[in-house]
């Protein structure tokens, strides 16, 4: 559905300009959900912005639906712009309108009956769960009940794509949630083809199905998710994995000396992460069993992304067959990390 071929954006000059994008080049499959994550500065919203040519690029070339929208003029644009829409972080709602409005505004001009559009609004605003509020204005809504008007507002022109530019970022936790529910139930009964920008890797992990990471201007790391999740090539990936969960947290216990990992002599602390969907043994017990080792558990954290669990746990460990019982960790695909020894 996108395609983007070395793909450049400069702000300025060649020599003295902001290098915003560098030579990415990616593909979205027809109706994937996709994540673009990236620290602030790293080029995502300016990438997603190239999708559409919001920002025309410096290099490179943009395709989605099989047409290359960096060849075309200008008038041929603005229509092949209505197969994408948008939607934005401060939810861009008129203030002065009703919610029905604000999903009606993309159908003027429409061949549609003033009849059709009123049936159509009805139906979006059913979809996005807000069918009484029609008459509300923005300023009765809440954050989240305004995404969702936004959200209907960008599907009243039947887009193909949906570029969604830190679109969770200003709602809490709950209400985030929400969101990412909608749109991915909108996903599977429409088969849009969505784009998710977010410097949140929990965003990621709940919805996307593949995930290419940015950092200064270029994508660094791209595959699925569970791959990114569990064996994260690229430092700035790892950073972002260690936001969403608190296996990290060992590490600054033992710096700081807390009395929590403090070891007697044969004792270590050893971090397991599962690295493959396969894992659905019952592993911790079956290696004390087997190998007679003690397993003290200081933290875990395991979830399911995509029917596999992920995650890991740390422990202390004692006894006389540890090693072996790490060599037997790594032949299950679970990776085990010594961090401090007795």
């Given amino acids: ?11 300025g000059g060649a020599e003295s300009g902001v290098h915003a994008v560098r030579d990415v080049s990616l593909k979205i499959e027809a109706g994937e959900i996709f994540g673009i994550i990236g620290y602030s500065g790293a080029g995502k919203s300016t990438l997603v912005r190239c999708i559409n040519l919001l920002e025309r690029p410096t290099e490179g070339t943009v395709t989605v639906d099989g047409r290359e929208l960096t060849r075309m003029p200008e008038r041929e644009l603005r229509q092949e712009r209505k197969k994408i829409s948008m ?28 009849e059709q559009q009123a049936g159509k609004v009805k139906a979006l605003l059913e979809l ?9 204005y923005p300023s009765q809504l809440s954050g989240g009940q305004k995404q969702r008007v936004a959200i209907a507002r960008a599907l009243a022109s039947d887009p193909k794509v949906l570029l969604c530019d830190e679109a969770t970022s200003a709602l809490d936790p709950q209400t985030t949630r929400s969101i990412l529910r909608l749109i991915q139930d909108i996903n599977r009964k429409t088969g849009i083809t969505v784009v998710i920008i977010t410097h949140e890797m929990a965003v990621v992990k709940d919805v996307c199905q593949r995930v290419a990471v940015m950092d200064g201007g270029r994508v660094v790391e791209m595959g699925d998710v ?26 600054e216990l033992i710096e700081a000396g807390s009395p929590m990992v403090e070891l ?6 050893v971090r397991m992460t599962y690295t493959r969907k396969n894992v659905s043994e019952a592993i911790i017990s079956d290696i004390s069993r087997r190998f007679g080792i003690d397993i003290n558990i200081i933290y875990s954290n395991l979830e399911v992304i995509e029917d596999a669990p992920l995650g890991g746990l740390v422990a202390i460990l004692s006894g006389d067959r540890v090693q072996e019982a790490l060599e037997y960790w790594t032949s299950k695909n679970v990776r085990a990390e010594v961090l401090k020894r007795g």
Wanted: proline share 6%.
């Fill in 1 to 11: 559905m996108i395609q983007l071929e070395h793909v450049s954006k400069t702000f």
């Fill in 87 to 114: 939607i934005f972080q401060h939810f861009n709602l008129m203030p002065s309108r009703t919610v029905a409005q604000n999903v009606a505004f993309p159908l003027k001009g429409s061949a549609l009956t003033a």
């Fill in 128 to 136: 996005v769960g807000l069918p009484d509020k029609a008459g509300a």
């Fill in 226 to 251: 569970f791959s990114i999740f569990s064996t994260p090539r690229e430092a700035v990936t790892r950073s972002f994995i260690a936001t969403t969960s608190n296996l990290s947290k060992v590490e």
């Fill in 264 to 269: 007697k002599p044969g004792e270590m602390i």
